[in-house]
């Protein structure tokens, strides 16, 4: 089945300690993207991938690192995690940059 | 992203056609008009995109005015799973997908 794929779903940590959010797709999609959503704001986006190796800031970078050593995986990286980024949060990927998103099921993180 | 303009929230009748209406009158000749849905905290849903022509895909229609300032999309039998906030988006440039700018969307209630 294609898909995307995140893990965990749920997350509960406490400040400062570093955690990764994977993100992984099985459509060869070479575009990628991380979505972070809070009431009232909506879906923004945090960084993005275009191909292997190709990473770019989104929307709200601040705060979070990413990596794109292959295709089908797209990590999220939160070095020293703030409540400010308790959130839920997404992964994308289309085809190429120009076509629809698939997004996964989502990560609900609170930092303590 | 051109401004999309929608109502906060409406109502539809179980097994009627529920008419999600959407004003983009600043769109630029090039852009698409696309839908996504999410149905309480999943990740968004693609549903339907167009340019300027009415589209019709296995979920729902698109119908886009001529002046191309507003479009409505139809879901043509609307079901309880259907109720949903429903996204209208209109990203910059030709077909650009890459950064979706997810506004506050519609709810869409559907009563038995």
């Known amino acids: 089945e294609a898909q995307v794929t995140q893990n965990p779903r749920y997350l509960i940590t406490v400040t400062g300690k570093k955690l990764t959010v994977t993100c992984s797709q099985n459509?060869?999609?070479?575009?990628m993207s991380w979505y972070r959503q809070d009431p009232g704001l909506g879906l923004r986006q945090i960084y993005y991938?275009?191909?292997?190796?190709?990473?770019d800031k989104g929307d709200v970078p601040e705060g979070y690192k990413v990596s794109r050593k292959e295709k089908r995986n797209f990590p999220l990286i939160l070095e020293s995690p703030s409540p400010n980024q308790t959130s839920l949060y997404f992964c994308?990927?289309?085809?190429?940059?120009?076509?629809?998103?698939?997004f996964g099921p989502g990560t609900r993180l609170t930092v303590l | 992203d051109a401004k999309t303009t929608q109502p906060t929230s409406m109502d539809c009748a179980e097994g009627r056609a529920a008419n999600l209406p959407c004003n983009h009158s600043?769109?630029?000749?090039?852009?698409?008009v696309y839908w996504y849905r999410q149905i309480h905290s999943q990740g968004p849903q693609y549903i339907i995109h167009?340019?300027?022509n009415n589209e019709t895909n296995e979920m729902a229609s698109l119908i886009i005015t001529e002046d191309r300032k507003s479009s409505t999309l139809i879901l043509p039998h609307a079901t309880l799973r259907d109720t949903a906030v429903y996204y209208c988006?209109?990203?910059?440039?030709?077909?650009?997908?890459?950064?979706?700018?997810f506004g506050q969307g519609t709810t869409l209630q559907v009563k038995p």
């Open positions: 459509m060869n999609h070479e575009y």
């Open positions: 994308a990927s289309s085809p190429r940059q120009y076509n629809e998103q698939f």
């Open positions: 991938s275009m191909n292997v190796e190709v990473t």
């Open positions: 600043t769109i630029s000749g090039n852009e698409y």
């Open positions: 988006i209109v990203p910059r440039g030709r077909g650009n997908t890459g950064k979706l700018i």
């Open positions: 167009g340019l300027k």
